[in-house]
């Protein structure tokens, strides 16, 4: 098992998904260490001087200006968790929850925040022991942080709250003796300093990205795959058309789909049979490339999320100033733009399905099977696809247009930014669906338009979906197939084949 060693500026995309899905180990380098226990000597010298610092003396939010005695302090960072964990819904999934804890251990690690090191490290103990939290989905505006699901987060480091630990739910005290982990008393200023910040919607936005980043290249195998049973027109890819109009992505899905379609003898060229192909084929590099252009907007601003100082107040060498680092603005916008860009990826796709199944458009048997009429086919797997890109179109309304005024107008606008992060990661995962569903008819295209040899890089994903689901000859439990398909993209297996032979650019 790796590990991943922590400082607060450089963690990346794949350390996250590391140590969320991989379960890698987090340590603590040595000048985070330093920082962080220069920032705590920082919050007591404050505290020594009686200097009037919100949230370290004060109460929150409307009570920003009732003072709070030393001998209070303690009780007050604990009222804030107790009474701020008010989530609800679902509970998050591990890798999600793995990603928060994460994310505010290399926030708090940067130190700004004045929180002590042994805190970090109970966070820390509980992610390397693998007491994992149970985290409601809802209940943040996604400004003054993450307030409520991370309050779940931190209810079992102070002995309250559930865990998941080895697979049984337990109470966080009972999870947390079992793990061998000391429950803490929260003091000064570390009750804030857990909880206000932007790490759950930027956990639940980040893997969505990871994954939608891997969806961008799947949709360009699945396209090459549908050019094939469609007998696509591959002068469409002709790089003098790119160069002409230079936009990145759409220069890269070109070269996907060229690298995909070298060598294929399924393919045809411009006037061979027709002139045109309709544009869910031709305009495949001008939709997929702007997705591909989203996503490395998206991942830039990711990227500075995950290494920033997002808590209030920051604690700098004379004081700490109240700041809005913990409004969720910054990355709102992105996580609704990341729902439009992958819920475009599901729109064509089914689009393409639709021209496979349909007869007329095809010319191939109606709806992929032989003897229709017995057999229906593939026919409601376009249904299913048409579902599924319809509750994207639903899904992709912006969250972050939207804002409700909170604490008695103090908080008078909040971002709605976890709310799109979590909308989504269900668009991923209902695009990813929809692309498995069209490989597995274009695989039965190409089955029944006669295999003439297949492209170098299609050729591999074929195989590979064959491996898991035959030809269809007649009706059969057709979900199933979906399933092994989308298990396909899933665990990586289908694309870490095809780029064993050519890597994709985005």
């Given at each position: 098992?790796?590990?991943?060693?922590i400082?607060?500026?450089?963690?990346?995309?794949?350390?996250?998904?590391?140590?969320?899905?991989?379960y890698?180990k987090v340590?603590?380098k040595e000048?985070?260490?330093k920082?962080?226990?220069?920032?705590?000597?920082?919050?007591?010298?404050?505290?020594?001087?009686?200097k009037?610092?919100?949230?370290i003396?004060?109460?929150f939010?409307?009570?920003s200006d009732v003072?709070?005695s030393?001998e209070?302090?303690?009780?007050?960072?604990?009222?804030?968790?107790?009474?701020?964990?008010v989530?609800a819904g679902?509970?998050?999934?591990?890798d999600?929850?793995?990603?928060i804890?994460?994310?505010?251990?290399?926030?708090?690690s940067?130190?700004?925040?004045?929180i002590?090191?042994?805190?970090?490290?109970?966070?820390?103990?509980m992610l390397?022991?693998e007491v994992?939290?149970l985290?409601?989905?809802k209940?943040?505006?996604?400004?003054?942080?993450?307030?409520?699901?991370?309050?779940?987060?931190?209810?079992?480091?102070i002995?309250?709250?559930k865990?998941?630990?080895?697979?049984k739910?337990y109470?966080g005290?009972e999870g947390m003796?079992?793990?061998?982990?000391?429950?803490?008393?929260?003091?000064s200023?570390?009750?804030?300093a857990?909880?206000?910040?932007?790490?759950?919607?930027?956990?639940?936005g980040?893997?969505?990205?990871?994954d939608?980043?891997?969806?961008?290249?799947?949709?360009?195998?699945?396209?090459?795959?549908?050019?094939?049973?469609q007998?696509?027109i591959?002068?469409a890819?002709?790089p003098?058309?790119?160069?002409v109009r230079?936009h990145?992505?759409?220069?890269n899905?070109a070269?996907n789909?060229?690298k995909?379609?070298?060598k294929?003898?399924?393919?045809?060229?411009?006037g061979?049979i027709?002139?045109?192909?309709?544009?869910?084929?031709?305009c495949?590099?001008?939709?997929?490339?702007?997705?591909?252009?989203?996503?490395?907007?998206?991942?830039?601003?990711?990227?500075i999320?995950?290494?920033s100082v997002?808590?209030?107040?920051?604690i700098?060498?004379?004081?700490?100033?109240?700041?809005?680092?913990?409004?969720?603005?910054?990355?709102?916008?992105?996580?609704?733009?990341l729902?439009?860009?992958l819920a475009?990826?599901?729109n064509?796709?089914?689009?393409?399905?639709?021209?496979?199944?349909?007869?007329?458009l095809?010319?191939?048997?109606?709806?992929?099977v032989?003897?229709?009429?017995?057999?229906?086919?593939f026919?409601?797997v376009?249904?299913?696809?048409?579902?599924l890109?319809?509750?994207?179109?639903?899904?992709?309304h912006?969250?972050?247009?939207?804002?409700?005024?909170?604490?008695?107008?103090?908080?008078d606008?909040?971002s709605?930014?976890?709310?799109?992060?979590?909308?989504?990661?269900?668009?991923m995962?209902n695009?990813?669906?929809?692309l498995?569903?069209?490989m597995?008819?274009?695989?039965?295209g190409?089955?029944?338009?006669g295999?003439?040899?297949?492209g170098?890089?299609?050729k591999?994903?074929?195989?590979?979906?064959?491996?898991?689901v035959s030809?269809?000859?007649e009706?059969?439990?057709?979900?199933?197939?979906?399933?092994?398909c989308?298990?396909?993209?899933?665990?990586?297996?289908l694309?870490?084949r095809?780029?064993?032979?050519?890597?994709?650019?985005?």
């Amino acid at each position: 098992m790796g590990k991943v060693l922590i400082d607060g500026n450089s963690l990346n995309l794949e350390e996250l998904v590391q140590v969320a899905r991989e379960y890698h180990k987090v340590e603590l380098k040595e000048e985070a260490v330093k920082k962080i226990n220069e920032s705590r000597k920082k919050v007591e010298f404050f505290l020594e001087k009686d200097k009037k610092i919100y949230g370290i003396n004060t109460g929150f939010g409307k009570f920003s200006d009732v003072i709070i005695s030393k001998e209070e302090s303690k009780l007050l960072q604990k009222n804030l968790i107790i009474s701020h964990a008010v989530g609800a819904g679902e509970l998050f999934a591990t890798d999600i929850v793995r990603g928060i804890m994460l994310l505010r251990v290399n926030a708090l690690s940067k130190g700004y925040s004045g929180i002590r090191l042994s805190t970090i490290k109970t966070l820390i103990d509980m992610l390397n022991k693998e007491v994992h939290p149970l985290i409601p989905e809802k209940g943040s505006l996604g400004a003054s942080g993450d307030l409520a699901p991370l309050s779940h987060m931190v209810l079992p480091m102070i002995g309250l709250g559930k865990v998941e630990y080895k697979g049984k739910i337990y109470s966080g005290k009972e999870g947390m003796k079992l793990a061998g982990i000391d429950i803490i008393e929260l003091t000064s200023k570390e009750g804030l300093a857990l909880i206000n910040g932007t790490q759950v919607m930027t956990a639940v936005g980040a893997l969505a990205l990871y994954d939608g980043i891997k969806l961008s290249k799947l949709a360009d195998i699945s396209a090459g795959l549908s050019f094939e049973a469609q007998n696509g027109i591959t002068t469409a890819l002709d790089p003098r058309v790119h160069e002409v109009r230079p936009h990145k992505g759409q220069k890269n899905t070109a070269l996907n789909l060229r690298k995909l379609l070298d060598k294929s003898k399924m393919t045809t060229s411009q006037g061979e049979i027709r002139v045109q192909d309709a544009y869910s084929l031709r305009c495949t590099p001008q939709v997929h490339g702007a997705t591909k252009d989203a996503l490395n907007y998206i991942k830039e601003k990711v990227l500075i999320e995950i290494n920033s100082v997002t808590d209030n107040p920051i604690i700098f060498d004379e004081t700490g100033i109240s700041g809005g680092n913990f409004h969720g603005q910054p990355v709102a916008l992105p996580f609704d733009f990341l729902s439009i860009a992958l819920a475009e990826l599901a729109n064509i796709s089914e689009r393409r399905l639709e021209r496979l199944v349909n007869p007329s458009l095809s010319k191939l048997p109606a709806f992929l099977v032989e003897k229709g009429g017995l057999n229906n086919g593939f026919m409601i797997v376009q249904y299913s696809a048409a579902s599924l890109v319809s509750e994207n179109k639903t899904l992709a309304h912006p969250a972050s247009v939207d804002s409700i005024p909170s604490s008695a107008n103090q908080e008078d606008h909040v971002s709605m930014g976890t709310i799109g992060a979590r909308k989504a990661m269900e668009i991923m995962k209902n695009t990813r669906r929809v692309l498995a569903m069209e490989m597995m008819c274009a695989c039965q295209g190409i089955d029944l338009r006669g295999n003439k040899g297949l492209g170098t890089g299609t050729k591999i994903a074929y195989e590979t979906i064959r491996e898991k689901v035959s030809k269809l000859t007649e009706d059969r439990e057709l979900y199933e197939d979906i399933n092994e398909c989308e298990r396909l993209l899933i665990n990586d297996e289908l694309l870490k084949r095809v780029e064993k032979l050519t890597t994709f650019a985005i």
